[in-house]
C-alpha cells in the first residue's frame, strides 16, 4: 500500500504500548488484505526490530528463515551455522542472546501460518514469555490472517497464550467515510466501488489505474485478474471442506437466506447446517440479522462485499469466463450489477445513521431492519432502514433508492402501509420518513403529518465530503 489511512486509533494504541518499560505481548488479527502488515509496517518506523513474514510451509523452512533473520539482526554467526529443527531449541537460545533492557519490537506475521504447520508452538512462546521475554522490554507482536485459528489457538480460552496478551487489535475493513477518503472519486463511483470492495486496503488499491468504474469491472471479470481466484483462496485458508462451505455461500448469495432456503439449495440437511453456519459467523463470512420487531425469522446474509460479488458474479460465471466469453454475459452482468449495488447503497446509509452522520437531531436507541408477514395476507413486507427511539417514541422509516428521478410521495405512500404493520406504541409513536435516491422528481417535506427527509447524492456527498466529518471519523 501506498497510503496510510484512518489507522490512527491503531497505531496511536501500539506507540503508548511502546512507550511503556516493560514488555508487551501484542495480538493482532483480521482477514487477508485489511491492512495489518501496513500498520505494523508504519509502527516499526524508527523503531528497531526483528521483523519475520511467515509462508504457509512446512516448520522446518519457518524456523530455518527465523533463526536466519534473527542472526543477521545480531550478527550472531553462531546461531546461523547452528542446525535448528523444533521451536523449543530456536527459543532456548534465543534466551542466550536476547536483551534484556533494550527496547526490541519482535514481529511475526502471518503467524496463523506457523500454528497450522505446529498447533504446540503456542506452547512453546508460552513458556518463552512465561520464562523470559516477559521479563525484558520486548515489544512481541503475534499476527494473523486467518481468524479462527488465531481466536481458537492464540486468544481463545483453550490457548497457552490466553490471558497473556497485553494488547488485542482486530483489524477492520475501513468505513464508508474511510473509503471515500481513500478512493478520491466522485460519491456515486465511490458507491459503486465500495459495493464490490467494501472497506480493504489492498483491494481499494488497485482501483487507482482505472479511470471509470465500468473499466474495472470488465478487467476484473477476467480469468487472468487479481481478483478471479481471490474468494477461493479466502475460502481455502480459512475452512476445510471448502465445497461444502462454497455450496452454502453460494444459497446466501443467490437469496437464500433462511435456514429452511439454505439446506434446500445446497442440499444439506438443515440439522447438518447449523454447524457450518455457526463457523462461518465465527471467522465473519456472514452474518445473522433478526427484525427490530419478531425474533424468531432470522436472515443470513454475506458479511462482504468483495465476497458476495465474487459469488454473484465470478463464481457462477467461471465457465464463460475461462473460456474468454464473457461478452456473453457482460449485458447481463451489469444488469444485475445495478441491484447489487443497491442492496449495497442500503448498507452504506446503514452506517451513516448508525454513526449520526445523517439526521443527527434524532437519537435513536434501536436500529435495524424490519420485516414480517401482512396480516391477513400470504405477502410478506419489507422496511429497509428502521430506527427508534424508547424514551421519545420516536420511529424512523427509511427506505434508499439506487434510482434516479424517484418520486419520494409515492415511497411515502409505500411506507405509511409498510409502517402501519409495526406494532410499537401505535397510538402515542411520532413517525418519521426519510427517502435516500442517486436524485429525485419530486421532493416533499411532510406526508400525512409525517416529517420527510430526502436526501439525493448531492445532499450525501457533501455530507460526506465535508472536512470536519473526515476529522471526526477518520
Not at 511475526?108 to 525484558?136: C, H, P, R
Not at 471479470?221 to 487479481?226: E, G, M, N, Y
Amino acid at each position: 500500500m501506498k497510503k496510510f489511512v484512518n489507522r490512527e486509533k491503531e497505531l496511536a494504541i501500539l506507540e503508548r504500548e511502546f512507550l511503556k518499560e516493560d514488555a508487551s505481548l501484542i495480538i493482532i488479527y483480521g482477514r487477508r488484505r485489511v491492512g495489518k502488515t501496513r500498520l505494523i509496517e508504519e509502527f516499526l518506523k524508527n523503531k528497531k526490530h526483528i521483523y519475520y513474514l511467515a509462508a504457509d510451509e512446512k516448520e522446518e523452512l519457518q524456523i530455518k528463515e527465523l533463526k536466519e533473520i534473527i542472526a543477521d539482526f545480531f550478527d550472531d554467526r553462531t546461531l546461523l551455522e547452528l542446525e535448528i529443527k523444533n521451536w523449543k531449541l530456536l527459543f532456548s537460545y534465543l534466551e542466550k542472546i536476547w536483551p534484556k533492557d533494550e527496547k526490541i519490537v519482535f514481529v511475526m506475521d502471518e503467524f496463523s501460518y506457523v500454528i497450522k504447520q505446529n498447533y504446540s508452538v503456542a506452547s512453546y512462546i508460552q513458556k518463552f514469555w512465561d520464562g523470559f521475554l516477559s521479563k525484558t522490554k520486548t515489544k512481541f507482536i503475534l499476527c494473523g490472517s486467518l481468524v479462527g485459528v488465531m481466536l481458537k489457538n492464540v486468544l481463545g480460552y483453550g490457548s497457552p497464550l490466553y490471558g497473556r496478551r497485553s494488547v488485542e487489535l482486530l483489524i477492520e475493513k475501513f468505513s464508508v467515510l474511510e473509503t471515500m477518503k481513500f478512493l478520491e472519486r466522485n460519491l456515486e463511483e465511490g458507491i459503486k466501488f465500495y459495493s464490490i470492495l467494501d472497506g480493504i486496503p489492498k483491494y481499494l488499491e488497485l482501483v487507482e489505474k482505472y479511470e471509470t468504474f465500468e473499466e474495472f469491472v470488465r478487467r476484473i471479470v477476467d480469468k487472468r485478474s487479481f481478483f478471479y481466484r481471490e474468494g477461493y483462496y479466502l475460502l481455502s485458508e480459512e475452512l476445510k471442506d471448502v465445497s461444502t462451505y462454497l455450496n452454502i455461500l453460494t444459497a446466501i448469495a443467490h437469496g437464500n437466506t433462511k435456514i429452511a432456503e439454505i439446506a434446500n439449495f445446497s442440499g444439506i440437511e438443515c440439522k447438518k447446517l447449523y454447524p457450518y453456519i455457526e463457523i462461518l459467523e465465527n471467522v465473519g463470512f456472514i452474518k445473522r440479522t433478526l427484525p427490530i420487531f419478531g425474533k424468531r425469522n432470522a436472515v443470513f446474509s454475506i458479511n462482504d462485499n468483495f465476497l458476495e460479488f465474487w459469488f454473484r458474479f465470478i463464481h457462477k460465471y467461471r465457465s464463460y469466463i475461462e473460456i474468454d466469453e464473457t461478452k456473453r454475459i457482460w449485458g447481463k452482468i451489469m444488469n444485475d450489477l445495478n441491484s447489487f449495488i443497491g442492496k449495497k447503497f442500503e448498507k452504506i446509509i446503514f452506517e451513516l445513521l448508525q454513526r449520526h452522520m445523517i439526521l443527527k437531531e434524532f437519537s435513536f436507541t434501536k436500529i435495524g431492519k424490519q420485516w414480517g408477514k401482512i396480516p391477513k395476507r400470504k405477502e410478506n413486507y419489507e422496511i429497509d432502514i428502521l430506527a427508534l427511539n424508547e424514551n421519545t417514541k420516536q420511529i424512523l422509516f427509511a427506505e434508499c433508492k439506487w434510482q434516479s428521478k424517484v418520486n419520494a410521495a409515492e415511497i411515502c405512500k409505500e411506507l405509511t402501509e409498510k409502517a402501519s404493520y409495526v406494532q410499537w406504541h401505535n397510538e402515542e409513536r411520532k413517525e418519521i420518513f426519510a427517502v435516500f435516491a442517486k436524485s429525485f422528481s419530486r421532493r416533499i417535506e411532510e406526508f400525512e403529518g409525517r416529517k420527510v427527509y430526502c436526501f439525493d447524492l448531492k445532499d450525501l456527498e457533501k455530507i460526506l465530503y465535508n472536512q470536519n466529518s473526515f476529522s471526526r471519523f477518520c
